[in-house]
C-alpha cells in the first residue's frame, strides 16, 4: 500500500491519501480532496447523474492493418510508443493461435483493435458517446484539460 500525506484543495487540511492497495479504490479517496469534501462532492453529483455515456461501436474507418502500421510508424519514430494494455485471451486447444489486441488515439479518435492470428476476421471498435437524453450518437472526444 502507497500512502501520501497531501492538502485538501478545498478545506486546506492535510489528510491522507491511499494511491494504491487497500481502500485506494473507496469512494471518498482522493488525491485533491479530504474524505469529508469528497464526501460532499459524491452525494451532490448522484443527484445530477450522467447525462451521456462512452461505448466501444463498430468501426469501417480504419482498418486494422492500417493501426499495426501507425503503431509501427509511430515506434520508428520515437522509439518506443507508450501503449495501453488489454487483456488477452489464449487458445487453450491450439497455443500458435495468438490473440492480439490493442488500442490507439489518432487525430483524437479512440480506437481498439483485435483478432486471432489463426482466424480470418479482424475488428476495430471507435469510442463513441451516446447522449442519454436525446438517444443521438457521436464519435468520442476528450475534452479534458492538458494544461493539468
Ligand atoms: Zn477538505
Redesign the pocket.
Known amino acids: 500500500m502507497i500512502e501520501e500525506y497531501v492538502r485538501?484543495?478545498?478545506?486546506?487540511?492535510v489528510?491522507r491519501h491511499r494511491v494504491s492497495g487497500s481502500g485506494c479504490f473507496d469512494a471518498y479517496n482522493d488525491k485533491d480532496?479530504?474524505?469529508?469534501?469528497?464526501e460532499v462532492i459524491v452525494n451532490a453529483l448522484e443527484k445530477v447523474g450522467p447525462r451521456a455515456e462512452s461505448f466501444w461501436g463498430p468501426c469501417n474507418d480504419i482498418t486494422v492493418d492500417e493501426i499495426e502500421k501507425e503503431l509501427g510508424r509511430r515506434d520508428a519514430e520515437s522509439g518506443l510508443t507508450f501503449r495501453q494494455v488489454f487483456p488477452g485471451y489464449v487458445d487453450m486447444e491450439d497455443p500458435d493461435n495468438r490473440y492480439i489486441t490493442g488500442g490507439i488515439r489518432i487525430n483524437g479518435k479512440d480506437f481498439t483493435y483485435n483478432y486471432w492470428t489463426k482466424r480470418g476476421e479482424k475488428e476495430v471498435k471507435i469510442k463513441m458517446e451516446r447522449d442519454l437524453q436525446t438517444g443521438q450518437e457521436f464519435v468520442w472526444r476528450d475534452y479534458r484539460s492538458r494544461y493539468r
Open positions: 485538501c484543495i478545498h478545506c486546506k487540511v489528510y480532496y479530504c474524505h469529508d469534501c469528497k
